[in-house]
């Protein structure tokens, strides 16, 4: 039972090199979202998607892109890194918009 | 604007004795609301929700809810604590007007001491 799984789990970057975070899950879940977790803020929503290809902003989204080309996948992309996007990142996913949401055990990225 | 509070950043509790642990929320339509648990490098993991019905809800693990429209509050609560239901716990609120807004709260640690 894979669930919600994320790669890689851990990351250290330079300031404007850039990356890609991948999410899988095998729930044949239609809602797929990025979170990002910074201390005492709680959990920020970067982006989400209702299904395969599409994808909408959520309440952070500036420096970020994302994809959902398979529906099982969903990728955040870091186009030129900063050191305020260091954080601890979530993916999750959700059957419907009313079911409970999944989540992976996260990706630490740190830039530098 | 629309969020959630979780006014506390801590909580402590004896094991055995009862634990409550608070969430207010603000949004313009009607809320629907979660409870997640976080456990140390972990993700989340969904506690029990409310949408609609009974005002008390029961979840896993123990843990159950009140929903009060009145104060617009949403406490988890569970009678007796164990010390393995230490970890962060996170409020969560969607706007059942605006349904792809969803905001957590900032979370509260819960300590359970033996």
């Known amino acids: 039972n894979a669930g919600v799984t994320q790669t890689p789990k851990f990351r250290v970057l330079k300031t404007g090199q850039s990356m890609t975070l991948l999410c899988a899950q095998d729930?044949?879940?239609?809602?797929m979202y990025w979170y990002r977790q910074d201390p005492g803020m709680g959990l920020r929503l970067i982006h989400y998607?209702?299904?395969?290809?599409?994808?909408a902003k959520g309440e952070v989204p500036d420096g970020y892109n994302v994809s959902r080309l398979k529906k099982q996948n969903f990728l955040l992309g870091l186009e030129s890194a900063a050191p305020s996007q260091t954080s601890v990142y979530f993916c999750?996913?959700?059957?419907?918009?009313?079911?409970?949401?999944?989540f992976g055990d996260g990706t630490r990225l740190s830039i530098l | 604007a629309q969020s959630v509070a979780q006014p506390e950043d801590q909580v402590n509790v004896a094991e055995g004795n009862p634990l409550t642990v608070k969430c207010t929320y603000s949004?313009?339509?009607?809320?629907?609301l979660f409870w997640y648990v976080q456990y140390p490098n972990r993700g989340l993991q969904f506690l029990l929700k409310?949408?609609?019905?009974?005002?008390l809800v029961k979840g896993s693990y123990g843990f159950e809810a009140e929903f009060n429209k009145s104060q617009t509050s949403f406490h988890l609560k569970k009678p007796s604590a164990l010390v393995s239901d230490s970890a962060l716990y996170f409020c969560?609120?969607?706007?059942?007007?605006?349904?792809?807004?969803?905001?957590f709260g900032s979370g509260t640690k819960l300590n359970v001491k033996p």
């Open positions: 729930m044949n879940h239609e809602y």
């Open positions: 409310y949408i609609t019905g009974d005002n």
């Open positions: 998607s209702v299904g395969e290809g599409t994808t």
């Open positions: 969560a609120v969607r706007d059942l007007d605006n349904f792809n807004k969803f905001y």
């Open positions: 999750a996913s959700s059957l419907s918009w009313n079911q409970p949401q999944h």
């Open positions: 949004v313009s339509g009607n809320p629907y």
